[in-house]
């Protein structure tokens, strides 16, 4: 200290702590009033904006409250200067810190705006987190006075190391990215792979994809290997889907009945069950002549693609009393097999016929053979 302490400086110091503590209260009550405001928003990212600034009012307050008690202490100018760049220190790293949460959690309310059930991005999330660190880091050593210059070029050497020997993880990172750029997967789709995976796009990390099939078990595919295979995106381009669903009728039916019952039945389900398409006119096409009946395709539409199953479930369940009702026939598996004994009836035995053996009809032979017995006393 350049002279003595003072009463006057304790009070002054006090009082400067003391504000700064009543200005970080008061700062977050306010914000926490400001955040039951923005909970009735339907934007979530204010929110998140709220909430991390409640985090950083007070340290700002109590920084700023520590700083003027500094400057009203009789300090020297060296560890005045040395209080002031802690201050700004610790400022710059609550900042950073808060800013690194404020980008993530608005990417990844962007993230969840732009994808179906559930899902993350957590590969841009981190990127985004990383990067806000990193700019924090380096501000904060350029206030302190200390050159970033070799820094970087240390860096920029290391990187080509580093890039050598994570080659698969590079790949995997770069494949990520490129995936969520191009927009072919995204979280919240389902997904078919070649290799017959298939299931939710859970989350889309720095290495890998994660899948939730329906059974809820998950499916972990590296992205390079996703980027790679062949995919079928049941969301792309749009998350409705028609669904088909096969039926066979009696010959003896009525078929332009059978087309009129059975849309007015998919008709029904569609404005019924959850998941399927209110506007959406279902289609009866008639393909086949089959062995017991003739065969056709009924489309309907699903909402999303896990919805299929139960619109299949309810859709045969009310046509099949529908057509009960009705007296419309769906017919057993069957097969009319003709048989020609050769030599009977006049017919004559045709090239390639396999001859049947003919019934007995009179008593039968019971003449002894060689070595059998005519009865009890018998010798043979």
């Given at each position: 200290?350049?002279?003595?302490?003072?009463?006057?400086?304790?009070i002054v110091v006090a009082a400067a702590l003391v504000a700064a503590a009543a200005a970080g209260l008061l700062l977050r009550m306010a914000l926490r009033w400001l955040g039951e405001r923005a909970r009735r928003t339907r934007w979530s990212g204010?929110?998140?904006?709220?909430?991390?600034?409640?985090?950083?009012?007070?340290?700002?307050?109590?920084?700023?409250?520590?700083?003027?008690?500094?400057?009203?202490?009789?300090?020297?100018?060296?560890?005045?200067?040395?209080?002031?760049?802690?201050?700004?220190?610790?400022?710059?790293?609550?900042?950073?810190?808060?800013?690194?949460?404020?980008?993530?959690?608005?990417?990844?309310?962007?993230?969840?705006?732009?994808?179906?059930?559930?899902?993350?991005?957590?590969?841009?999330?981190?990127?985004?987190?990383?990067?806000?660190?990193?700019?924090?880091?380096?501000?904060?050593?350029?206030?302190?006075?200390?050159?970033?210059?070799?820094?970087?070029?240390?860096?920029?050497?290391?990187?080509?190391?580093?890039?050598?020997?994570?080659?698969?993880?590079?790949?995997?990172?770069?494949?990520?990215?490129?995936?969520?750029?191009?927009?072919?997967?995204?979280?919240?789709?389902?997904?078919?792979?070649?290799?017959?995976?298939?299931g939710y796009v859970v989350d889309i990390n720095w290495r890998n994809t994660t899948i939730r099939q329906l059974s809820d078990n998950l499916v972990i595919i590296p992205n390079a290997k996703l980027a790679n295979t062949i995919t079928t995106n049941?969301?792309?381009?749009?998350?409705?889907?028609?669904?088909?669903?096969?039926?066979?009728?009696?010959?003896?039916?009525?078929?332009?009945?059978?087309?009129?019952?059975?849309?007015?039945?998919?008709?029904?389900?569609?404005?019924?069950?959850?998941?399927?398409?209110?506007?959406?006119?279902?289609?009866?096409?008639?393909?086949?002549?089959?062995?017991?009946?003739?065969?056709?395709?009924?489309?309907?539409?699903?909402?999303?693609?896990?919805?299929?199953?139960?619109?299949?479930?309810?859709?045969?369940?009310?046509?099949?009393?529908?057509?009960?009702?009705?007296?419309?026939?769906?017919?057993?598996?069957?097969?009319?097999?003709?048989?020609?004994?050769?030599?009977?009836?006049?017919?004559?035995?045709?090239?390639?016929?396999?001859?049947?053996?003919?019934?007995?009809?009179?008593?039968?032979?019971?003449?002894?053979?060689?070595?059998?017995?005519?009865?009890?006393?018998?010798?043979?």
């Amino acid at each position: 200290m350049n002279r003595a302490l003072t009463l006057h400086d304790v009070i002054v110091v006090a009082a400067a702590l003391v504000a700064a503590a009543a200005a970080g209260l008061l700062l977050r009550m306010a914000l926490r009033w400001l955040g039951e405001r923005a909970r009735r928003t339907r934007w979530s990212g204010d929110d998140i904006i709220v909430a991390t600034l409640r985090t950083l009012a007070p340290w700002a307050a109590m920084a700023v409250g520590v700083s003027s008690a500094a400057a009203a202490l009789p300090l020297t100018r060296t560890i005045g200067h040395t209080v002031n760049q802690v201050v700004i220190a610790a400022l710059i790293l609550a900042t950073t810190v808060t800013a690194a949460r404020v980008v993530a959690g608005l990417v990844q309310t962007l993230a969840l705006s732009r994808s179906g059930v559930a899902g993350t991005a957590t590969i841009f999330v981190n990127i985004t987190r990383i990067a806000v660190l990193m700019m924090g880091v380096l501000i904060l050593l350029q206030t302190l006075g200390i050159s970033i210059a070799p820094l970087l070029t240390a860096l920029g050497v290391g990187g080509l190391a580093v890039a050598l020997a994570l080659q698969d993880t590079l790949a995997n990172l770069f494949a990520g990215v490129h995936i969520l750029a191009s927009k072919t997967v995204q979280p919240g789709h389902y997904i078919r792979l070649s290799s017959l995976e298939e299931g939710y796009v859970v989350d889309i990390n720095w290495r890998n994809t994660t899948i939730r099939q329906l059974s809820d078990n998950l499916v972990i595919i590296p992205n390079a290997k996703l980027a790679n295979t062949i995919t079928t995106n049941y969301h792309q381009p749009g998350q409705e889907m028609s669904v088909m669903v096969q039926v066979r009728v009696a010959y003896r039916s009525d078929l332009e009945h059978v087309e009129r019952v059975t849309t007015e039945v998919g008709a029904k389900v569609m404005a019924d069950v959850s998941g399927g398409v209110v506007d959406f006119e279902p289609t009866i096409r008639f393909h086949t002549f089959g062995e017991s009946g003739i065969d056709f395709s009924v489309f309907l539409g699903a909402l999303e693609f896990s919805d299929q199953y139960l619109i299949k479930h309810e859709f045969m369940k009310r046509l099949h009393r529908r057509y009960q009702a009705e007296g419309i026939e769906i017919p057993l598996p069957m097969r009319t097999v003709v048989l020609h004994q050769p030599g009977q009836s006049g017919q004559p035995e045709q090239p390639g016929q396999v001859p049947l053996p003919a019934q007995r009809t009179g008593e039968a032979d019971l003449t002894p053979g060689p070595g059998m017995t005519t009865g009890p006393g018998s010798t043979g």
